[in-house]
């Protein structure tokens, strides 16, 4: 298979994710891929972090992981990758005229390949999954990475390609983030392994956990009745 088919099967397996007709589906995309939306997510992350980690210095230091994990996936797609591959959005690919339209008006910039959102909520996905070691919590962060892979697909915003290829950069970055700061966390704090059935082997609070758990079935809920409300 040459590159003109994989583009073109790429372009086919948009088309199965992109649009439905439901305004309410519009609408729930369009909240659900909003950087905003996910604010208390990131507050929620910090209090966890905060409440199970004594010392300044180990909040610091992963609050700085996470944001280098961030900084870097964002650095490779947008800064790097983006620029030089300079593939067009689907929305703006002349090929996929009338097949993919933007979906009430939303048209974003910049280029397609590979996917910034994928690369950045994966990467925070696969570091606080390493960090919290808890399984609810770590399906839970997967869910909220793809549930954001899907609005990109759903507004013509990616090819499928372009958020595999991100989900792949987002997990080689969470994980090198994550080695990284093992080392550096070790040498702050020689004991990590936890055994109580109120806390992960981590030392995380199970009931601080369920906290995050319900922010993001809150946020989810608010998307759904914001979409309920501008479908009509």
Known sequence: MDLQQLIELDQQLLLLFHGSGSVFIDQLALALTAGITWIPLYVMLFVL????????????LIVLSALLCVGIAYGIS???????VHRLRPVMEPSLLGLVTPIDGYVPSGYSFFSSHAANTFSLTVFFALL???????????????????TRLYLGAHYPFDILTGLVCGALVGIGVYLLY???????TPKLHYISTQYTKTGYSLIDIDLVLTMLALTGICCAVWATVHAF
Request: proline share 2%.
């Open 49 to 60: 972090v905060l409440k199970n980690n004594e010392k300044q210095s180990q909040i610091v």
């Open 182 to 188: 093992f080392r550096i966390y070790s040498r702050i």
């Open 132 to 150: 919290v070691r808890h399984r609810a919590f770590t399906v839970a962060m997967i869910l909220w990475s793809l549930v954001n892979c899907w």
């Open 78 to 84: 947008g800064g790097l990758v983006k620029p030089y």
